[in-house]
């Protein structure tokens, strides 16, 4: 299962885009009007893949527009077993 | 050397993260107001750590506040040999 927050929000880790994809598109489907696809590193290029695929599909299949909110970029401090590191981050607000 | 189009824009590749943050400074000590980073596919994690970076040093090595600007996610077409493709991609503003 997708790690699905409270209040829309879902999580991008190493899963296949496409299993993201789906439990976005569930959100909106279920009702949601935002929802807000938050990943670190690594995962930075699939939220970005998976916003850009739900968007498309959403608008062609649903034939529902879905428009970009807030994207925001920051740095979160990660605990590694070397000490303290760096890490991009990445917040990609999608609204109905 | 890096791509640096006439527009103050960094495209970001292949190439350490370190010259990308270093031609960014640059633009903006050079006079820029505004510099734009942009990158698709597999470098989209690296220019949102370029911005992150840049945007931590010219705080606390130049005592210049950066904000950000537009960032915009879209998908681009590319010609690859088995046909077209279609790939992620971002553009993040800086700004002095």
Avoid: H
């Amino acid at each position: 299962m997708i790690n699905v927050a409270d209040n829309n929000t879902i999580f991008i880790g190493k899963k296949p885009t496409e299993n993201y994809v789906f439990s976005t598109i569930m959100l909106f489907t279920n009702g949601a009007s935002e929802v807000s696809i938050k990943a670190r590193g690594m995962a930075i290029k699939r939220a970005v893949d998976v916003a850009e695929i739900v968007k498309s599909r959403m608008e062609s299949m649903m034939k529902t527009p879905i428009k970009y909110g807030d994207i925001k970029i920051s740095t979160e401090k990660v605990q590694r077993e070397d000490g303290e590191s760096n890490v991009s981050s990445i917040e990609i607000v999608l609204k109905k």
